[in-house]
């Protein structure tokens, strides 16, 4: 049977367009009914062109994205999709946004697969060490606001009388439950204020 060629486009919402993903495929003349078109997150791969498209490619066959990205929400899972389609399924893939990213043999010597596979452990690579130095960014900028006394969070509300009302409660002229309703607060916003308080 003769090799396929296969279509795949996700966009992440219903309200948003696959036309540029669509015109991208185009050039490659792939027939209808092998353009798989999911309108969903790619937070999982619980999607149904996804599955069917998984269910009808063989080995041989040859997958054509627009982007890398079109695959999964991260390189972990990009990377996850692209060994089983790779390895499992033994298809090819086309990333047209980046041409290295092609599985079909170049030569004799040296594969596509192999190629492609060592540029997208580059990028798996490159994101992973962007997303821990942003992180660590994150923490040195907190520390360093922190040290200068700069308050995270939102600023607590200034509550007239506040003293006065706890000094009423603590002399058991009035309950919790009043003392929090004269606050403004529920009783265990209360409880939490006074103890704060207390301890700064």
């Given at each position: 049977?003769k090799?396929?060629t296969?279509?795949?486009?996700r966009?992440?919402?219903?309200?948003?367009n696959?036309?540029?993903?669509?015109?991208?495929?185009?050039?490659?003349?792939i027939?209808?009914?092998?353009?798989?078109?999911?309108?969903?997150?790619?937070?999982?791969?619980?999607r149904?062109?996804?599955?069917?498209l998984?269910?009808?490619?063989?080995a041989?066959?040859?997958?054509?994205?627009?982007?890398?990205d079109?695959?999964?929400?991260?390189y972990?899972?990009?990377?996850?999709?692209?060994?089983?389609?790779?390895?499992?399924?033994?298809?090819?893939?086309?990333?047209?946004?980046?041409?290295?990213?092609?599985?079909?043999?170049?030569?004799?010597?040296?594969?596509?697969?192999?190629i492609?596979?060592l540029v997208?452990?580059?990028?798996?690579?490159?994101?992973?060490?962007e997303?821990?130095?942003?992180?660590q960014?994150?923490?040195?900028?907190i520390?360093?606001a922190?040290?200068?006394g700069?308050?995270?969070?939102?600023?607590?509300?200034?509550?007239?009388a506040?003293?006065?009302?706890?000094?009423?409660?603590?002399?058991?002229r009035?309950?919790?439950t009043?003392?929090?309703?004269?606050c403004?607060?529920?009783r265990?916003?209360?409880?939490?204020?006074?103890?704060?308080r207390?301890?700064?």
């Amino acid at each position: 049977m003769k090799n396929q060629t296969y279509g795949y486009v996700r966009v992440s919402s219903k309200d948003q367009n696959e036309a540029r993903q669509m015109e991208a495929l185009a050039p490659y003349a792939i027939p209808d009914g092998n353009i798989f078109i999911d309108k969903k997150s790619g937070k999982d791969f619980a999607r149904p062109a996804w599955r069917q498209l998984m269910k009808q490619i063989k080995a041989g066959d040859l997958l054509i994205v627009k982007s890398i990205d079109r695959l999964g929400r991260n390189y972990d899972d990009i990377i996850e999709q692209w060994q089983l389609l790779t390895k499992e399924k033994k298809a090819n893939i086309l990333v047209l946004d980046m041409p290295l990213l092609d599985t079909r043999t170049k030569g004799k010597d040296l594969t596509g697969t192999f190629i492609s596979d060592l540029v997208l452990q580059i990028l798996s690579y490159v994101a992973q060490t962007e997303r821990e130095n942003i992180r660590q960014r994150q923490v040195e900028g907190i520390a360093c606001a922190k040290a200068k006394g700069i308050h995270f969070g939102r600023n607590e509300r200034e509550i007239p009388a506040f003293d006065d009302i706890v000094q009423l409660w603590r002399d058991n002229r009035i309950t919790a439950t009043e003392a929090a309703r004269r606050c403004g607060l529920t009783r265990q916003g209360f409880y939490k204020r006074v103890k704060k308080r207390k301890s700064s």
